[in-house]
Antibody
Framework: EEQLVESGGGLVQPGGSLRLSCTAS????????MTWVRQAPGKGLEWVAN????????HYVDSVKGRFTISRDNSENSLYLQMSSLRDGDTAIYYC??????WGQGTLVTVSS | QAVVTQEPSLTVSPGGTVTLTCGSS?????????PHWFQQKPGQAPRTLIY???KKQALTPARFSGSLLGGKAALTLSGALPEDEAEYYC??????????FGGGTKLTVL
């Protein structure tokens, strides 16, 4: 069974940092572009970042450029999102997905003092 | 950054057919935008229905299909069931820049 499991969410103060992880199983992780998507409470889906299968190229939504870094470790079937200088507007459920076949259940990030 | 547009809401009768569309502020949507369609029900994670315009995920019911229609990406539901009531999102890829979601279409089966 294809599966993605996110972890690392939680409550963080404005200006703080957090690292999200996403562990894959049941499919060939190293063959897929991987993507982080977030959803603020009561809002729609927002694309955050993606990374090529080999990890060499990343793209980001303008609102997180310079603050978030997406990375992956294909030997560990893992995807990461390092988030820094967090703002209230970053509060959301963060999902990882390969977009074609599987989504994680999401991890909640709350930025609040 | 591009803006991706979807109908905010649509209603379909049980057994009926409905087409949801996905447009781009940059012009016609093509296969090069690699359109994806996702379904999300309240309290659940999204799930993929269609990727790369018309390819179906293994568990996608046959009543869903994807296409390009009149310069937009389209998701057609033929033979709607009550369980198809959900929010539907499209996602378009912009080469070298990133990807953008549409605002979502709330589909009511009534």
């Amino acid at each position: 069974e294809e599966q993605l499991v996110e972890s690392g969410g939680g409550l963080v103060q404005p200006g703080g940092s957090l690292r999200l992880s996403c562990t894959a199983s049941g499919f060939t992780f190293s063959s897929y572009w991987m993507t982080w998507v977030r959803q603020a409470p009561g809002k729609g889906l927002e694309w955050v970042a993606n990374i090529t299968p080999d990890g060499r190229t990343q793209h980001y939504v303008d609102s997180v450029k310079g603050r978030f870094t997406i990375s992956r470790d294909n030997s560990e079937n893992s995807l990461y999102l390092q988030m820094s200088s967090l703002r209230d507007g970053d509060t959301a459920i963060y999902y990882c997905t390969n977009k074609e076949t599987v989504w994680g259940q999401g991890t909640l990030v709350t930025v609040s003092s | 950054q591009a803006v991706v547009t979807q109908e905010p809401s649509l209603t379909v009768s049980p057994g009926g057919t409905v087409t949801l569309t996905c447009g781009s502020s940059t012009g016609a949507v093509t296969s090069g935008h690699y359109p994806h369609w996702f379904q999300q029900k309240p309290g659940q994670a999204p799930r993929t229905l269609i990727y790369h315009t018309s390819k179906k995920q293994a568990l996608t019911p046959a009543r869903f299909s994807g296409s390009l229609l009149g310069g937009k990406a389209a998701l057609t539901l033929s033979g709607a069931l009550p369980e198809d009531e959900a929010e539907y999102y499209c996602l378009l890829s912009y080469s070298g820049v990133g990807e953008v979601f549409g605002g979502g279409t709330k589909l009511t089966v009534l």
